[in-house]
């Protein structure tokens, strides 16, 4: 084999395997710490918009825990169409039982949603016109869709969120199927924190 010839092989390997490393990386960063997530539909706006794209830190959760206003990507419970306990919660559409649903189901759903952390464990909160008084204090919500007089958006009876858990709420809030439906949601479902929007380029920046 001549020289050329050999150069030419040492300069294909070389490039296999580094091909091969940069795949390795790649994946390795997407698996423990960036990941890439398309937004599917409209309870995130006006923040998100429905295919937006967001990239989410995953190693976050392991250096700390999510606080008030975190965008985080989690797993829903399995039933996220009720609230666990039948005298709680309401489906969208339904008259409002009074009572956000404070309990938090046994088992986790394959699918990913996003949406906002408006209650930490032990917190005390109630919902009025979709505005969320936590320990007697109303949130910080200009980035909130007001909900007006939607029955879905008042839930006035006090609620604790459970030892571990948090409550998650859309910035939709008239049109966001979330934790005063179904429940707060287990640490141990939290998949990251949402950091940046990539796509489209328009809204190019962090959250």
Same mark, same amino acid.
């Given at each position: 084999?001549?020289?050329? =010839? ?156 459970? =030892? ?8 939709? =809030? ?34």
């Amino acid at each position: 084999m001549t020289k050329t =010839r050999k150069s030419l092989a040492g300069s294909a390997v070389e490039l296999v395997i580094l091909v091969a490393v940069s795949l390795g990386l790649a994946l390795a960063i997407q698996a423990f710490l960036i990941k890439p997530y398309r937004i599917p539909s409209a309870s995130m706006e006006p923040t998100l918009s429905i295919n937006q794209r967001i990239l989410v830190d995953r190693l976050s959760l392991d250096l700390g825990s999510p606080k008030i206003g975190d965008i985080m990507v989690f797993h829903p419970p399995r039933n996220y169409g009720s609230c666990a306990d039948p005298n709680q919660g309401a489906d969208s559409g339904a008259p409002s039982s009074g009572q956000a649903c404070d309990v938090a189901q046994k088992e986790p759903s394959s699918v990913t949603f996003v949406k906002r952390v408006v209650g930490l464990p032990g917190d005390r909160l109630s919902i009025r016109e979709g505005h969320v008084i936590r320990n007697g204090r109303p949130e910080a919500d200009g980035y909130i869709v007001p909900c007006n007089h939607n029955a879905v958006c008042n839930f006035p009876n006090t609620i604790v969120v459970p =030892r571990g858990d948090y409550y998650m709420m859309g910035d939709n =809030r008239p049109d966001s199927e979330d934790s005063r439906f179904w429940g707060p949601v287990p640490r141990a479902w939290l998949i990251g924190k949402a950091f940046f929007t990539y796509w489209p380029p328009d809204r190019l920046g962090t959250l």
